[in-house]
């Protein structure tokens, strides 16, 4: 069986988003080389547009400066009335919903992709938040550009709970999460990963738009049941660590 | 060709230090294990004593609060008057200065350890910066421990420079240095190997107070002789990375 997955119109409106976390090296650095080499981005139906989305953090090498901009998009934060002593990534998130949303509105970008690592052996990890069948083709499509390598796919965002993250900004996005990399360290196999990822979901939304059709799929996918923390000290100290042959 | 390495008198009065840069999670976990468990750092001739170099960094998980405290240990720092406007490091310095100096002075601590990690695969690192023949000895008693791991000794403080790290507080140390680890991480793997380390450390100066001689022996080292940076562009970004062959 195939089909054409929702949404019904050509994604004209794309955005491809590095430095969310600003020690996240290998969205950091593309983001800035595609702020340079937009021609890397364009397909023949849409040119995405690059976002360093948290210059200050990246400027510093740090996650963040005030607070986790990838929780900063609710819709408390956006639409208070703006104060000087806002938190840096709670301003950054409005200027970033005027840029690309605002959200839950039919003038935000169709589609995002964020760009983020993790010191986690993990390989890839595509973050699905949106729950629509757009995003799980596109998943299955860059699951299928290297079999050989852990693509796993990731329910990240529970049923009723509100979306915060800057991809929600957006009609549909997608996370990209590769590991294992120090965070302020850029290293070239997860660069390169990363680099022909995104050519491949760009692809997708370019076969997408021009109208191609797609196979039914099954696709294993993970969600979070509970989180299980290390075992601690009475002060809180680490009381034991991942076993050596696990790690 | 045996010898008793210099010095001459027993050393007794050595200290553990972990945390000085406060991600750095190898030293930190440990400091903190062995301020609960004394027992583990005393030998038959003196009781080392365990620090936990930069609390504030620590605990914010970062490698410092306002500045190196690992650059904080020079003349001009140690010496000039307290001001409250003085970098929490700085601050620091001075207290450990008085915990385990005076630098310089007869009354400063015969040996520190001081555990670090790096982000880079380079296994065990022995930083030797105080260049006397009583440090080279235990180096080559670490590397004998475990001759099948890489066990490399950098000879890291440039003659006639002013020394500057908390080792240079102590009448002699050495830095272990253990990756790859990123910040913030504490892998078993390398947990294990410090803890080791330390304990042949501590063994080593045991045996020295007991009057043992070590035959003679030749070493390879290793010193900087110059730094390469990254091809860069014209803002200052990455132009390059390291190869993925070689990372």
Known sequence: MCSRPAPREPLRRVAVIGGTHGNEMSGVHLARHWLRALGELQRPSFSAVP???NPA????CRRYVDCDLNRAFTGAFLTARAHPDDPYEVTRARELNQLLGPKASGQ???FVLDLHNTTASMGTCLIESSHNVFAMHLCRHLQLQSPELPCRVFLYQLPGEETYS???VAKSGLGLELGPQPQGVL????LVRMRALVAAALDFIQLFNQGTEFPAFELEAYRNVSSVDFPRTETG?????VHPQLQ
Chains 1, 2 share one sequence.
């Open 187 to 190: 290293r070239a196999d997860l």
């Open 166 to 168: 800057v991809n929600s």
């Open 57 to 60: 953090a990246t400027a510093a």
């Open 237 to 241: 100290d680490l009381a034991g660590t």
């Open 51 to 53: 976002v360093l989305a």
């Open 108 to 110: 935000a970008f169709d």
